[in-house]
């Protein structure tokens, strides 16, 4: 039998003392007081800690101080995807093939693990959704596009998944789409599909579902420009 030994993962040594101690998530000790117990300088620890701020991983206030947060995977995603637009914007299409294909692959785990109070909600976003298309004046609903997808994958319990499904929208925003129209014809195609997403999450019929959900993904790739 081959032993191997364990390989502690390189992280700095305030990550180190983060993952490590459970108190942290009420309150982290004085800067001089980490420095001293972590073996490391005041300067070499403000760099860390503010590595760890950008992570999303503390929470810095001037009179309550430093605490850990639960962690999440989306602040790490969000600062690599905006530098990656920020070199080409290209870079959005790609992300985009990835984000179709989580969606694709955890729709039945996402959709069985919903709950009758998040079925209400997603009825409730299809609702406000077209109040706005059908108002004068017509409103782009995205903030019911992105809840309405972040809400069916939220119940993964997969940190990784939902940080990566955060950074698309993020980016969506980010490269202006979520002023894009396209059209009334358009919109009111996508929120179609949206609207058999959703009855179809509810009925049980989820491979209904996943075919509109693919189907309304492939209609934003060819919408007219």
Not at 194 to 206: A, F, P
Request: a negative charge; charged letters at 20%.
């Amino acid at each position: 039998m081959i032993v191997r030994e364990r390989v502690s993962p390189k992280i700095s040594e305030f990550l180190r003392y983060l993952a490590s101690h459970p108190e942290a998530e009420s309150s982290l000790p004085t800067l001089n007081q980490l420095s001293q117990e972590i073996g490391i300088s005041v300067a070499g620890l403000r760099e860390q800690l503010e590595v760890a701020r950008a992570l999303g991983l503390v929470d810095v206030r001037p009179r309550t101080g430093t605490k850990r947060l639960p962690y999440s995977f989306a602040p790490a995603v969000k600062q690599s995807l905006m530098y990656a637009l920020a070199l080409n914007q290209s870079h959005f299409q790609k992300y985009s093939e990835l984000r179709t294909h989580i969606e694709n692959a955890y729709w039945d785990e996402a959709v069985s693990l919903l709950t009758e109070e998040d079925k209400n909600e997603l009825q409730n976003i299809i609702a406000h959704a077209f109040e706005k298309l059908r108002g004068s004046p017509v409103q782009v609903p995205h903030e019911e596009h992105r809840k309405l997808h972040l809400l069916i994958y939220s119940r993964l319990n997969n940190p990784f998944v939902t940080g990566l499904l955060e950074g698309y929208w993020e980016a969506y925003e980010s490269v202006g789409l979520n002023m894009y129209a396209g059209g009334m014809d358009y919109l009111e195609e996508v929120w179609g599909y949206h609207k058999t997403m959703v009855e179809s999450i509810c009925n049980g019929n989820y491979a209904a579902g996943r075919k509109a959900l693919v189907t309304h993904i492939d209609l934003f790739a060819h919408r007219p420009l």
